[in-house]
């Protein structure tokens, strides 16, 4: 915890503060709502319909191109929300998600205690999952597909219990990041240190 707080103090703070929301897209709103409230036990807390004519026309500001979709959000968290547009079914084609700009997977903290009730729940639902695996040093994870298709990722840290230190569990020195860093294509060491800037040592 000590190395903690001192890695806390020395790193160069983000502009933002986190996620407010994370938007995603599916075919099928009641099966979503089901398996996030159900099963990982996100609470529902807004379900509406996207207001007609921000769907298709000048008005829309980057909505979907439909009309009146049914938008919906769930609490994942630490102040910060999961949503989903629910688009026509068939009229998309299904995501990869390892294409260039796609979600590969969305990884969501948990605390040891809601580690081991979120394996409980996927064993107690029957569905599919991978892990406990180690993921980093101090970091385990689990891996499921949501019914959409969605690799979804639950990380924790056990020796951190009930107060995580994400950013802190994935920080490297500067010299560890820019020993990969080197391997880039037209790096100098102007641009490694303008990179590894906000890193400790």
Not at 36 to 59: F, I, Q
Not at 110 to 128: N, Q, W, Y
Request: charged share 25%.
């Amino acid at each position: 915890m000590a190395t903690q707080a001192i890695r806390r103090e020395t790193l160069v703070r983000s502009r933002t503060r986190g996620v407010h929301h994370l938007a995603l897209c599916t075919d099928d709103m009641k099966a979503t709502t089901e398996f996030y409230v159900r099963v990982l036990g996100m609470p529902l807390v807004h379900a509406m319909r996207v207001p007609k004519g921000l769907g298709v026309g000048p008005d829309n500001r980057g909505n979907p191109p439909y009309e009146e979709l049914r938008h919906y959000f769930f609490d994942m968290g630490n102040d910060s929300l999961l949503a989903f547009f629910e688009i026509p079914e068939g009229s998309e084609p299904r995501g990869n998600r390892n294409a260039i700009g796609a979600m590969q997977h969305c990884a969501f903290v948990v605390t040891p205690d809601k580690f081991r009730a979120i394996e409980a729940s996927l064993k107690r639902e029957g569905l599919p999952y991978l892990g406990p695996v180690r993921q980093l040093p101090g970091m385990d994870g689990i891996y499921v597909i949501d019914p959409n298709g969605i690799r979804l990722e639950f990380a924790c840290q056990p020796d951190d219990g009930e107060e995580p230190g994400v950013v802190e569990c994935v920080t490297q020195t500067k010299e560890e990041a820019a020993s990969e860093l080197r391997g880039l294509p037209g790096v100098d060491e102007a641009w490694l240190r303008e990179m590894t800037a906000a890193l400790p040592g």
